[in-house]
């Protein structure tokens, strides 16, 4: 069982930054990939950003790349999400995952683990 905890959402202008922090605990940590997860009223929960926990090799969805940066902290079991740049459109709710599972780190059903989610509101 892993447990994740986020912080950091809230309410920012477009053009502004935020960082977005989770942090994990829990026997079975760390897992294979933690990640970014983002939902819009309306829409279905799409994939932001994911890290291989061991390695730190990550990955950005094309909508977010060069604007956001995912990045860990192993001392204190956290990943963090730095959004700059932001947009209108970035406007969700973000969700923290963890996953002991290979194969899927892209795509919301490949994670066992999801945080509250912590809600991002850009103004234009």
């Known amino acids: 069982q892993v447990q994740l905890v986020e912080s950091g959402g809230g309410l920012v202008q477009a053009g502004g930054s935020l960082r977005l922090s989770c942090t994990a605990s829990?026997?079975?940590?760390?897992?294979?990939?933690m990640g970014w997860f983002r939902q819009a009223p309306g829409k279905e929960r799409e994939f932001v950003a994911t890290i291989h926990w061991s390695s730190g090799t990550t990955f950005h969805a094309d909508s977010v790349k060069g604007r956001f940066t995912i990045s860990r902290d192993n001392a204190n079991n956290t990943v963090y999400l730095q959004m700059n740049s932001l947009k209108s459109e970035d406007t969700a709710v973000y969700y923290c995952a963890a996953t002991r599972r290979s194969g899927a780190i892209m795509a919301p059903f490949g994670y066992d683990y999801w945080g509250q989610g912590t809600q991002v509101t850009v103004s234009s």
């Open positions: 829990g026997r079975t940590f760390p897992g294979y990939a």
